[in-house]
Protein backbone atom coordinates (compact mmCIF):
# COMPACT_ATOMS: atom_id res chain seq x y z
CA UNK A 1 0.00 0.00 0.00
CA UNK A 2 1.35 3.30 -1.36
CA UNK A 3 2.18 5.75 1.48
CA UNK A 4 1.71 8.88 -1.06
CA UNK A 5 -1.60 10.86 -0.11
CA UNK A 6 -4.11 10.88 -2.75
CA UNK A 7 -4.59 14.66 -4.02
CA UNK A 8 -8.34 15.56 -3.13
CA UNK A 9 -9.78 18.14 -5.79
CA UNK A 10 -10.86 21.26 -4.43
CA UNK A 11 -13.94 22.35 -5.11
CA UNK A 12 -14.40 25.27 -4.90
CA UNK A 13 -11.64 25.75 -7.68
CA UNK A 14 -13.97 23.00 -9.98
CA UNK A 15 -16.88 24.63 -9.78
CA UNK A 16 -15.49 28.51 -10.81
CA UNK A 17 -13.81 26.79 -13.94
CA UNK A 18 -17.61 25.52 -14.41
CA UNK A 19 -18.76 28.62 -14.07
CA UNK A 20 -16.04 30.35 -16.19
CA UNK A 21 -16.70 27.80 -19.05
CA UNK A 22 -20.64 28.25 -18.73
CA UNK A 23 -20.55 31.76 -18.64
CA UNK A 24 -18.35 31.72 -22.21
CA UNK A 25 -20.51 29.48 -23.92
CA UNK A 26 -23.27 31.71 -23.12
CA UNK A 27 -21.91 35.12 -23.42
CA UNK A 28 -23.80 37.69 -26.90
CA UNK A 29 -21.78 39.34 -29.20
CA UNK A 30 -21.90 43.15 -28.81
CA UNK A 31 -24.56 45.44 -30.37
CA UNK A 32 -23.84 47.93 -33.69
CA UNK A 33 -21.99 50.77 -33.47
CA UNK A 34 -24.20 53.81 -34.79
CA UNK A 35 -23.20 54.97 -38.14
CA UNK A 36 -21.12 57.92 -38.36
CA UNK A 37 -22.93 61.73 -38.65
CA UNK A 38 -22.48 62.50 -41.92
CA UNK A 39 -20.18 64.89 -43.16
CA UNK A 40 -20.92 68.51 -43.74
CA UNK A 41 -18.88 70.97 -45.25
CA UNK A 42 -18.04 74.30 -43.57
CA UNK A 43 -20.99 76.17 -45.98
CA UNK A 44 -23.72 73.77 -45.49
CA UNK A 45 -26.18 74.53 -43.04
CA UNK A 46 -27.34 71.15 -41.37
CA UNK A 47 -31.19 71.60 -40.42
CA UNK A 48 -33.76 69.59 -38.72
CA UNK A 49 -36.42 67.91 -41.12
CA UNK A 50 -39.12 67.92 -38.65
CA UNK A 51 -38.81 71.65 -37.91
CA UNK A 52 -38.26 73.18 -41.86
CA UNK A 53 -40.95 74.72 -43.77
CA UNK A 54 -41.03 73.14 -47.76
CA UNK A 55 -40.52 76.30 -50.00
CA UNK A 56 -42.22 77.15 -53.29
CA UNK A 57 -45.84 76.69 -54.21
CA UNK A 58 -47.66 73.57 -53.32
CA UNK A 59 -48.61 70.75 -56.35
CA UNK A 60 -51.52 71.95 -57.84
CA UNK A 61 -51.92 75.31 -56.20
CA UNK A 62 -53.15 78.62 -58.36
CA UNK A 63 -53.04 82.27 -57.97
CA UNK A 64 -55.45 83.81 -56.10
CA UNK A 65 -57.47 86.16 -58.03
CA UNK A 66 -56.92 89.93 -57.23
CA UNK A 67 -59.95 92.13 -56.79
CA UNK A 68 -59.73 94.75 -59.64
CA UNK A 69 -59.97 98.49 -57.90
CA UNK A 70 -62.80 100.56 -59.09
CA UNK A 71 -62.10 103.45 -60.93
CA UNK A 72 -62.64 106.61 -58.91
CA UNK A 73 -65.12 109.31 -60.39
CA UNK A 74 -63.53 112.73 -61.27
CA UNK A 75 -65.46 115.25 -59.64
CA UNK A 76 -67.85 116.89 -62.50
CA UNK A 77 -69.34 120.16 -62.82
CA UNK A 78 -72.96 120.21 -62.63
CA UNK A 79 -74.31 121.04 -66.52
CA UNK A 80 -76.85 123.27 -65.17
CA UNK A 81 -76.92 126.03 -62.13
CA UNK A 82 -78.60 128.42 -60.99
CA UNK A 83 -77.72 132.20 -60.47
CA UNK A 84 -79.35 134.73 -58.62
CA UNK A 85 -78.62 138.06 -60.27
CA UNK A 86 -79.20 141.34 -58.57
CA UNK A 87 -79.44 144.32 -60.51
CA UNK A 88 -78.70 147.98 -59.51
CA UNK A 89 -80.99 150.57 -60.27
CA UNK A 90 -80.85 152.62 -64.01
CA UNK A 91 -78.90 149.75 -64.91
CA UNK A 92 -80.37 147.96 -68.27
CA UNK A 93 -81.58 144.15 -67.14
CA UNK A 94 -80.77 143.16 -70.90
CA UNK A 95 -77.39 143.77 -70.15
CA UNK A 96 -76.34 142.41 -66.92
CA UNK A 97 -78.39 139.16 -68.91
CA UNK A 98 -75.79 139.07 -71.45
CA UNK A 99 -72.98 139.67 -69.20
CA UNK A 100 -73.71 136.76 -67.59
CA UNK A 101 -73.85 134.88 -70.46
CA UNK A 102 -70.81 136.15 -71.61
CA UNK A 103 -68.66 136.13 -68.78
CA UNK A 104 -68.87 132.27 -67.78
CA UNK A 105 -69.10 131.40 -71.73
CA UNK A 106 -72.63 129.77 -71.14
CA UNK A 107 -76.54 129.72 -71.90
CA UNK A 108 -78.85 130.59 -69.93
CA UNK A 109 -82.80 131.02 -69.33
CA UNK A 110 -84.73 132.99 -67.23
CA UNK A 111 -86.44 131.43 -64.31
CA UNK A 112 -88.24 134.50 -62.44
CA UNK A 113 -88.03 138.45 -62.00
CA UNK A 114 -88.95 140.71 -59.60
CA UNK A 115 -88.98 144.44 -58.55
CA UNK A 116 -89.72 148.08 -60.17
CA UNK A 117 -88.01 149.39 -63.62
CA UNK A 118 -88.09 152.70 -64.36
CA UNK A 119 -88.77 152.38 -68.50
CA UNK A 120 -89.10 149.44 -71.05
CA UNK A 121 -88.92 149.04 -74.79
CA UNK A 122 -91.40 146.94 -76.75
CA UNK A 123 -91.65 145.30 -80.03
CA UNK A 124 -93.86 146.84 -82.03
CA UNK A 125 -96.30 144.36 -83.35
CA UNK A 126 -97.23 146.83 -86.51
CA UNK A 127 -94.45 145.44 -89.33
CA UNK A 128 -92.17 148.22 -89.92
CA UNK A 129 -93.23 150.61 -86.76
CA UNK A 130 -90.66 151.67 -84.40
CA UNK A 131 -90.10 150.26 -80.63
CA UNK A 132 -92.73 151.79 -78.07
CA UNK A 133 -90.54 153.27 -74.53
CA UNK A 134 -92.71 153.13 -71.85
CA UNK A 135 -91.69 155.02 -68.15
CA UNK A 136 -92.60 154.16 -65.38
CA UNK A 137 -92.29 153.69 -62.75
CA UNK A 138 -93.50 149.86 -63.34
CA UNK A 139 -93.78 146.88 -60.88
CA UNK A 140 -92.17 144.06 -63.09
CA UNK A 141 -93.98 141.07 -62.93
CA UNK A 142 -92.41 138.35 -64.88
CA UNK A 143 -89.69 138.14 -67.08
CA UNK A 144 -89.31 135.26 -69.28
CA UNK A 145 -87.00 133.48 -72.48
CA UNK A 146 -83.40 132.26 -72.93
CA UNK A 147 -80.31 132.63 -74.72
CA UNK A 148 -77.70 130.44 -76.94
CA UNK A 149 -73.76 131.63 -76.30
CA UNK A 150 -72.49 131.66 -79.27
CA UNK A 151 -75.57 130.04 -80.56
CA UNK A 152 -73.74 127.14 -79.39
CA UNK A 153 -75.72 123.70 -79.36
CA UNK A 154 -75.85 119.67 -80.59
CA UNK A 155 -78.56 119.45 -83.01
CA UNK A 156 -80.47 116.10 -83.39
CA UNK A 157 -81.22 113.99 -86.34
CA UNK A 158 -84.58 115.42 -87.26
CA UNK A 159 -84.51 118.62 -85.36
CA UNK A 160 -84.43 122.29 -87.20
CA UNK A 161 -81.84 124.50 -85.74
CA UNK A 162 -83.77 127.22 -83.39
CA UNK A 163 -84.93 130.85 -84.35
CA UNK A 164 -83.73 133.38 -82.09
CA UNK A 165 -84.88 133.73 -79.06
CA UNK A 166 -87.04 136.71 -78.20
CA UNK A 167 -87.61 138.02 -73.73
CA UNK A 168 -91.05 139.02 -72.77
CA UNK A 169 -92.29 140.70 -70.12
CA UNK A 170 -94.87 141.95 -68.13
CA UNK A 171 -95.33 144.58 -65.92
CA UNK A 172 -97.76 146.88 -64.03
CA UNK A 173 -98.64 150.17 -63.80
CA UNK A 174 -99.74 152.49 -60.13
CA UNK A 175 -103.31 151.74 -61.10
CA UNK A 176 -102.96 148.12 -61.52
CA UNK A 177 -103.07 148.11 -66.03
CA UNK A 178 -100.86 145.44 -66.62
CA UNK A 179 -98.88 145.37 -69.67
CA UNK A 180 -97.11 142.70 -71.72
CA UNK A 181 -94.92 142.26 -75.01
CA UNK A 182 -91.52 141.50 -76.50
CA UNK A 183 -88.61 143.11 -75.56
CA UNK A 184 -87.41 145.12 -78.29
CA UNK A 185 -84.35 147.28 -76.21
CA UNK A 186 -83.67 148.35 -73.06
CA UNK A 187 -85.32 147.65 -69.52
CA UNK A 188 -84.11 150.45 -67.28
CA UNK A 189 -84.05 148.69 -63.72
CA UNK A 190 -85.56 150.53 -60.69
CA UNK A 191 -85.34 149.72 -57.20
CA UNK A 192 -85.29 146.18 -55.66
CA UNK A 193 -84.34 144.18 -59.14
CA UNK A 194 -83.66 140.48 -58.93
CA UNK A 195 -83.22 137.93 -61.67
CA UNK A 196 -82.71 133.96 -61.31
CA UNK A 197 -81.09 132.95 -63.91
CA UNK A 198 -80.46 128.91 -64.68
CA UNK A 199 -77.17 128.62 -67.15
CA UNK A 200 -76.17 125.55 -69.37
CA UNK A 201 -74.26 124.59 -72.18
CA UNK A 202 -74.38 123.04 -75.46
CA UNK A 203 -78.04 122.09 -75.12
CA UNK A 204 -79.78 119.26 -76.69
CA UNK A 205 -81.57 120.38 -79.60
CA UNK A 206 -84.81 117.51 -80.69
CA UNK A 207 -87.37 116.68 -82.65
CA UNK A 208 -90.78 116.49 -80.95
CA UNK A 209 -92.66 113.63 -82.51
CA UNK A 210 -96.60 114.35 -82.73
CA UNK A 211 -99.19 111.97 -82.16
CA UNK A 212 -100.19 110.44 -85.54
CA UNK A 213 -103.38 111.78 -87.24
CA UNK A 214 -105.00 107.76 -87.11
CA UNK A 215 -104.06 108.30 -83.76
CA UNK A 216 -106.00 111.71 -82.77
CA UNK A 217 -108.92 109.97 -84.51
CA UNK A 218 -109.16 107.29 -81.88
CA UNK A 219 -108.53 109.43 -79.45
CA UNK A 220 -111.18 111.85 -80.31
CA UNK A 221 -113.67 109.05 -80.93
CA UNK A 222 -113.03 107.65 -77.72
CA UNK A 223 -113.05 110.98 -76.16
CA UNK A 224 -116.50 111.51 -77.42
CA UNK A 225 -117.78 108.26 -76.50
CA UNK A 226 -116.86 108.63 -72.57
CA UNK A 227 -119.08 108.95 -70.37
CA UNK A 228 -116.97 110.45 -67.68
CA UNK A 229 -115.93 113.48 -69.55
CA UNK A 230 -116.27 116.31 -67.37
CA UNK A 231 -115.08 119.13 -69.89
CA UNK A 232 -117.52 121.12 -70.63
CA UNK A 233 -118.29 122.24 -74.99
CA UNK A 234 -116.55 119.01 -75.90
CA UNK A 235 -112.93 120.67 -75.50
CA UNK A 236 -109.93 117.98 -75.90
CA UNK A 237 -107.87 119.10 -72.58
CA UNK A 238 -104.54 117.29 -73.39
CA UNK A 239 -101.13 117.46 -71.14
CA UNK A 240 -97.69 117.19 -72.85
Given amino acids: MSNNP ?16 GS ?9 LPPPPPTTSANQHVTNPSSSKPRGRPLGSKNKSKPIPLPVPLPTEPSVKVVVVTVDPNRDIMECILDVAHQDHVSLSIVSAIGMINSVTLRNSTHGAPPLVLHGPFKLLSLTGSYLYRNEYTLHLGATPPRPLPFGINFSAANGEIFTGIIGGRVVAGEGVSLTVSTFKNPDILKYAAESEEGDDNNSDNDNNNPN ?12
Fill in 6 to 21: TPIANSDSVSSDDHHT
Fill in 24 to 32: SSQRTSPPP
Fill in 229 to 240: DLTEGGDDQRSI
